[in-house]
């Protein structure tokens, strides 16, 4: 069954550039996961989602985000945002996947 992780930053636009990353790293590999972005605004009305990343900017609504959502939620790091590594990316959603 396909995973579906969100990676929620500001706008949605950066995040929607690394998603580009990650959906080239899924092909490559072959793996049964859906990466899609949204901006801050869309986070409130997320449903059926495996994991929430938040861009680096968002670290502060980590907490309100596990609490009203109930599933994995992570920042992913300054380097890896700013350095669109949606490899290093990918491995930080699925390791919270367990």
Known sequence: MTKTII??????????MLVER????????????SF?????TGIDTLKNIDVLLLGPQLAYLEEK??????????????DDFENMRGEEVLKQAIELLG
């Open 7 to 16: 990676l929620a930053c500001v706008g949605g636009l950066t995040t929607s």
């Open 22 to 33: 990650i959906q080239e790293v899924i092909y490559r590999d072959k793996l049964d996961y």
């Open 36 to 40: 899609y972005s949204v901006g801050i």
């Open 65 to 78: 985000a596990k609490a009203s959502l109930h599933v994995p939620v992570a920042v992913i790091s300054d």
